[in-house]
T-cell receptor
Framework: NAGVMQNPRHLVRRRGQEARLRCSPM?????VYWYRQLPEEGLKFMVY????????ESGMPKERFSAEFPKEGPSILRIQQVVRGDSAAYFC???????????????FGPGTRLTVT | RKEVEQDPGPFNVPEGATVAFNCTYS??????FFWYRQDCRKEPKLLMS???SGNEDGRFTAQLNRASQYISLLIRDSKLSDSATYLC??????????FGSGTRLQVQP
């Protein structure tokens, strides 16, 4: 059973360019989450999506960042006009459907390391 | 005050030792609790969920004290492969996990 897949694993962008990060959840999982880990810091929640719906985007920066999880295909985290401060590891996680209290443990992909030059 | 607080360590212990990590959380509405491990900035790997009754998985035992808002992880008979950063994680039910900064463990031969 393949785990959460993310690509690319490493991405280098110049300031002002766009970055697109992709995440395919584990088979059978319909919930996707994005987290960011800045250098020497802990992981911070960004956004929670189900197919075609953004459930919680309370952790997303107000500008330049967007996320989607279309009916077909992977979830995409898009960063427009990247700046040096966007350099970080971006992790995607997925979970099966289900209520709280169990059955929704989040499993993480290997991450995309974004470097803005 | 951080939402989830952990001693950053490092904890340097010999193989075979027992080591305990503690974590406190500030949001009394937190509903679910987890321990993850993270190796060298790789992805976090789920170690175990933490239940009010406490739970054990092999050499690992987790405890939760809701009244004190305190979570613990005990590792018995430490192995070299246990060397990692251990992340205390809580969720208020929104599924937006809140991570502690982690406690670094180094098991020495």
């Amino acid at each position: 059973n393949a785990g959460v897949m993310q690509n690319p694993r490493h991405l280098v962008r110049r300031r002002g360019q766009e970055a697109r990060l992709r995440c395919s959840p584990m088979k059978g999982h319909s919930h996707v989450y994005w987290y960011r880990q800045l250098p020497e810091e802990g992981l911070k929640f960004m956004v929670y999506l189900q197919k075609e719906n953004i459930i919680d985007e309370s952790g997303m920066p107000k500008e330049r960042f967007s996320a989607e999880f279309p009916k077909e295909g992977p979830s995409i985290l898009r960063i427009q006009q990247v700046v040096r401060g966007d350099s970080a590891a971006y992790f995607c996680a997925s979970s099966p459907s289900g209520g709280t209290g169990g059955g929704y443990e989040q499993y993480f992909g290997p991450g995309t390391r974004l470097t803005v030059t | 005050r951080k939402e989830v607080e952990q001693d950053p360590g490092p904890f340097n212990v010999p193989e075979g030792a027992t080591v305990a990590f503690n974590c406190t959380y500030s949001n009394s509405a937190s509903q679910s609790f987890f321990w993850y491990r993270q190796d060298c900035r790789k992805e976090p790997k789920l170690l175990m969920s933490v239940y009010s009754s406490g739970n054990e998985d092999g050499r690992f035992t987790a405890q939760l004290n809701r009244a004190s808002q305190y979570i613990s992880l005990l590792i018995r008979d430490s192995k070299l492969s246990d060397s990692a950063t251990y992340l205390c994680v809580v969720d208020t039910g929104r599924r937006a996990l809140t991570f502690g900064s982690g406690t670094r463990l180094q098991v020495q031969p």
